[in-house]
């Protein structure tokens, strides 16, 4: 398959004064890929997630998102072309119900300008009942149903967690960026977590970059995986041969 990669980062830099925290790192993630980022603590692997989402602005290098350069865009803009992301930290809000968080979400990352508002106003209606449905829909996906009116404090951690990943998908993202899903899961939950990312891939196509530092997770799920230390890509490449890379075992024992 040799179509358009759905990302492509070129050459990004950051730094923080002294420190170089993603120091000319390129990667891409193709169609329906799950792009594993891995590496140990401080090694830039959040750096490199905001860079690619916009919260952080590169000192160098190049963003193209489906065939365009995206460098120059702001994080919102990034979002309504089709980016999301689940962050490591849960970003939900508690005391709102599970579907209010999906709706809200929808509406803040696909927040129209007010020209197209007016111009447009009977398909915003046509628009808020298809979203209501298709949340309804993730929430079943997710077996989060019965929850819907429930306010999210209400919800264990594996299920808010379930309800993060639901909240990303609303918007039928074409890259989803996922900060360390299996933070903070049981076992039982990781096996729950690893099928529905699977799901997300082979049912909606979508393509994943997945920060994560449970190897099985990243075994089970990446087709590629790039590795940062201090800031610098020391290896790339499918899981089993990466995990085996003495560079790699040196880097992580070495952390
Ligand atoms: P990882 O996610 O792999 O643990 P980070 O991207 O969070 O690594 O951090 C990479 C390096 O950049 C670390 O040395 C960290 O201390 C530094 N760093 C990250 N964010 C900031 C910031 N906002 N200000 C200063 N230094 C930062
Ligand atoms: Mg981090």
Redesign the pocket.
Same mark, same amino acid.
């Given at each position: 398959m040799t179509s358009v990669p759905v990302l492509e980062a070129k050459n990004l830099t950051r730094r923080? !004064?002294g420190?170089v925290? @993603?120091n000319d790192v390129s990667l891409r993630v193709g169609r329906s890929e799950i792009v594993g980022l891995i !590496?140990?603590? !401080? #090694? !830039?692997? #959040?750096?490199? @997630?905001?860079l690619i989402t916009g919260e =952080?602005p590169a000192d160098g290098g190049r963003l193209i998102f489906d065939g365009a350069d995206i460098s120059s865009q702001p994080s919102y803009r990034r979002a309504r072309l089709g980016m999301a992301r689940s962050f490591q930290m849960l970003r939900l809000f508690l005391s709102l119900s599970v579907e209010e968080n999906l709706l809200l979400a929808h509406h803040i990352r696909m927040k129209s300008s007010m020209f197209d508002t007016i111009i447009a106003r009977r398909s915003a209606v046509e628009e808020e009942n298809s979203v209501r449905k298709r949340a309804r829909e993730l929430l079943a996906w997710f077996d989060l149903e019965e929850f819907a009116d429930n306010p999210v404090s209400a919800l264990s951690i594996g299920q808010q967690r379930m309800v993060e990943l639901a909240r990303g998908l609303i918007s039928e993202p074409k890259l989803f960026v996922l900060d360390e899903p299996a933070a903070g899961l049981s076992p039982p939950n990781v096996d729950r977590l690893i099928t529905l990312i699977h799901r997300m891939r082979d049912e909606f196509g979508m393509s994943i970059l997945l @920060?994560e530092h449970d190897m099985r997770v990243v075994r089970d799920l990446c087709d590629h995986v790039v590795v =940062?230390d #201090?800031?610098v890509m020391i290896a790339k490449g499918i899981p089993e041969m990466v995990v085996k890379d003495p560079v790699v075992v040196e880097a992580y024992i070495g952390s």
């Amino acid at each position: 398959m040799t179509s358009v990669p759905v990302l492509e980062a070129k050459n990004l830099t950051r730094r923080f !004064g002294g420190v170089v925290a @993603v120091n000319d790192v390129s990667l891409r993630v193709g169609r329906s890929e799950i792009v594993g980022l891995i !590496g140990p603590n !401080g #090694s !830039g692997k #959040s750096t490199m @997630v905001n860079l690619i989402t916009g919260e =952080l602005p590169a000192d160098g290098g190049r963003l193209i998102f489906d065939g365009a350069d995206i460098s120059s865009q702001p994080s919102y803009r990034r979002a309504r072309l089709g980016m999301a992301r689940s962050f490591q930290m849960l970003r939900l809000f508690l005391s709102l119900s599970v579907e209010e968080n999906l709706l809200l979400a929808h509406h803040i990352r696909m927040k129209s300008s007010m020209f197209d508002t007016i111009i447009a106003r009977r398909s915003a209606v046509e628009e808020e009942n298809s979203v209501r449905k298709r949340a309804r829909e993730l929430l079943a996906w997710f077996d989060l149903e019965e929850f819907a009116d429930n306010p999210v404090s209400a919800l264990s951690i594996g299920q808010q967690r379930m309800v993060e990943l639901a909240r990303g998908l609303i918007s039928e993202p074409k890259l989803f960026v996922l900060d360390e899903p299996a933070a903070g899961l049981s076992p039982p939950n990781v096996d729950r977590l690893i099928t529905l990312i699977h799901r997300m891939r082979d049912e909606f196509g979508m393509s994943i970059l997945l @920060v994560e530092h449970d190897m099985r997770v990243v075994r089970d799920l990446c087709d590629h995986v790039v590795v =940062l230390d #201090s800031g610098v890509m020391i290896a790339k490449g499918i899981p089993e041969m990466v995990v085996k890379d003495p560079v790699v075992v040196e880097a992580y024992i070495g952390s």
